[in-house]
């Protein structure tokens, strides 16, 4: 096998063999718990139908930039535990300055988007020039900064929600309609939309894979997170790269909450979902980092979360088992992945000194500096 | 010249008085042989010193003695008896014990508590495991207070309690690996008494180094390992420490020497009054200065850990809060980014080349790219150009017989010498002005270490300035066209390389001499 195949599929061989063991210590855990191992699979794995389709889709598409943010930071070996918090500050703000519809039409698009992804690049900013400047543990801040955020919200939801007659809820002001992004059909009836916002996230999918490995801003950032001794020595500023890391996969994060945002509730509300940044961390593991990898985690996390739904109705078993899932799966992922890597290493080290031992002669002891003769 | 045969552990000696005897070891790793037919016989209650260059398979030797990796052949012998030893817990319990070069102590802990760390099942952690350090401590005349925190001690006193570590879980046989690498004069005389008495009280020890004037001073016999295999095994008596290096690097060897003078006028480096204070306000450097012309090779003498890493992490911009100037080819480099001290000139060969040098798990592609991010064939238009590079790195291979089968191979699947030849051809390519070359020829094996002799030769002829910095003295004299010698941060002595002797350069190096 050429190198390059081999290298694909041992990078594949890891989401499958994880997800195998996933399976695996799941019926596990059912069949100690006396339910019906079959039952479940089979209602997890049937073709979900259209309407759970599109909310399939509909949910991996938000996981998907979740776990876009969190790969940002893991390319820099940065832990960005708080895109939980950033996205959901970026969405109250979004929420609001559309609501407030300065501007007419889609430049309030526009501009709802930006301030999204500068709220959550600001918010993400804040964990990331405190571990430039006083090496502060960026998974400490980002922790914290996540329960600073929900009680910030919390108190500006108060200040700027508009009370419904007969409604306990907070909203934000509804966004008016020429300012949300509409959703596709993809079958009968309004239960079968997607997300139009699905657009921008393939796009910052392109984005995140031409900024990583094409630019020389991407190969400065991968080579502070493979070694940032060696990076310094190269001439990168690791303290400027922390902080634009930091501010990149913050800024990603702004845009997590923004398809329900405008695709959907065309308000922040109390009730708005929390708990998409925690995803988005087991998605970017399985995806490798990679967005087609994370495109494919996405759709299984969103798929396991759709397909358990009825499962406390049809075999009488709490949903909360694919939580046990994806949970697994985060685990056996990493632990596959250093498997994996250590293999594909000495692998690589056999292959090399097999090819050179096979292309020279040894040289007799004792010989000088000249080349070995080369077989023709 | 000493008589040198393929194997010479002495077959006189009668059973009783080996206390470890290696017969035939062998030891491959993917890509290079680090040990080939390797026959010692240590006797019991000597000093036993093997000596051979970074990279002769030394470190090899003793992991596979201490039990950390299995030999792929060959026998060990442990007081006649044949063992095999699967870990450091078999080799411990076998009476072998390892002194690692980097102390493995907690700092926050007394000597009373990290002797008895993971040996408690022998004196418990009481008065009991405290008596039986008095008696060791008393016995062997290591000197040390039970109750001192480590992090209040000195680096003698840490290797003493390594060493009393090491006895104190029972071993007969100690290994010390290049002990000395981290102490000051003074220090090393206190160590070789402690070592006398040691060995006075029947424990026989395996001393690891390649400074040949302490071997000659401590041992009692000295075995040769060159290019991972034994060469000779001698007396101190019998041989000078010239014989010794001979031994160690082969006589059919090339000599780094240079060829004619290629120095110009044109000074390229100038530093003035370099200076750079440790976290604590002790100076680490001091007063540097220095020029190197066109064509010339500066090398910088010292024992290692007095200032040389300080100084080169200086002259690329690594290093905050250093004062005075540095000028290349008429530029002042003194506040600007290293990025920018590349973009002017500089090619740099790391010490480390693992940590400062490359991605290991990164293609070589890759490491091509590392360190001129900023300019062609690595990049375009703020774009990586991927084909320039990979070409590039061809072209890399080709000119510096890096062997690899191509340019998608992971850094981490070459040997160390093709790493490093790769290294300095990338360092080469932009064509720097001043080249700073640390240890090149650290680890590497000696058809690389030639290669990159030639190579430091040619950049000279090209009329590059060199700095080199090295603890190989004779490579230091072979190359350089000046040396200088550094001492505790500052540059004590002047030498011209044609007139020097390594005895000579040893003595300034160590503060003993009057400088020149």
Known sequence: MSPRVTRLVLGASVPVLALVAAFAITSLVLILAGDPVGDVWSQILTWPERRNLSNIIDNATVLY?????????????????????????????????????????????????????????????????????????????????NAIATGLVAYLLRKAAVREEGSNALNTKTIPEGSRIPNISIGEGAATEIYGFIFIAAAAGFGYWFLLNKTRFGFDLRATGRSATAAVASGINEKKMIIVAMLISGGAAGLVGLPIILGDSYHYGSTFQSGLGFAGIAIALLGRNHPIGIAFGALLFAFLDEQSNPLQILVGVSPDIVAITQGVIVLTVVITYELVRRYGVRLEQRRVAQVLADESVAPPPGSGPEHEEVKS | MVTSTASTASPDAPPGEIAVRLRGIGKRFPGVIANDDINIDVRRGTIHALVGENGAGKSTLMKILYGVQPPDSGTIEIDGE??????????????????????????????????????????????????????????????????????????GARQRVEILKVLYRGARIVILDEPTAVLVPHEVDELFDNLRELKAEGISIIFISHKLDEVLAVADEITVIRRGTTVDTVNPEDVTARQLAELMVGSELPSPSTETSTVTDDVLL?????????????????????????????????????????????????????????????RDLSSMSTRDRRASGVGYIPADRHRHGLLLEAPLWENRVLGHQFRPPSAKHGLIDKPGARQDTRRIIEEYDVRTPGPDVLASALSGGNQQKFIVGREMSSEPILLIASHPTRGVDVG????????????????????????????????????????????????????????????AMTGAGAAA
């Open chain 1, 65 to 145: 930039l979740s776990g876009l943010a969190v790969a940002i930071g893991f390319k820099m070996n940065l832990f960005n535990i708080g895109v939980d918090g950033q996205y959901r500050v970026a969405a109250f703000a979004a929420a609001v300055v559309a609501g407030e519809a300065w501007l007419p039409g889609y430049l309030n698009t526009v501009l709802a988007i930006l301030v999204a992804i500068a709220v959550g690049a600001v918010w993400a900013g804040i964990a990331g020039a405190l571990r430039a400047t006083r090496g502060v543990s960026e998974v400490i801040s980002t922790i914290m900064l």
């Open chain 2, 82 to 155: 044949p063992v095999s030893l699967h870990s450091p817990a078999d080799a411990i319990s076998h009476g072998v014990g390892m002194v690692f070069q980097h102390f493995m102590l907690a700092d926050n802990l007394t000597v009373l508590e990290n002797v008895v760390l993971g040996a408690e099942r022998r004196h418990g952690i009481g008065a009991a495991a405290r008596r039986e350090i008095e008696r060791l401590s008393e016995s062997y005349g290591v000197d040390v207070e039970p109750d001192r925190l480590v992090e209040t001690m000195g680096v």
């Open chain 2, 270 to 330: 100038s530093i003035r009054d370099l200076g750079l204070d440790s976290a604590d306000g002790r100076p680490l450097l001091e007063g540097i200065g220095f020029e190197i012309h066109r064509g010339e090779v500066l090398g910088i003498a010292g024992v290692e850990g007095n200032g040389q890493e300080e100084l080169v992490e200086a002259i690329m911009g690594m290093r905050h809060g250093i004062h005075g100037t540095i000028r290349l080819g008429g």
């Open chain 2, 448 to 507: 690389a270490q030639a290669a990159i002799w030639d190579h430091i030769k040619r950049a000279r002829r090209e009329g590059l300035a060199v700095l080199l910095i090295s603890a190989d003295l004779d490579e230091l004299i072979g190359l350089s066209d000046t040396i200088e010698v550094i001492l505790r941060g500052r540059l004590v002595g002047t030498f011209d390389p044609a007139k020097v002797t390594p005895e000579e350069l040893g003595s």
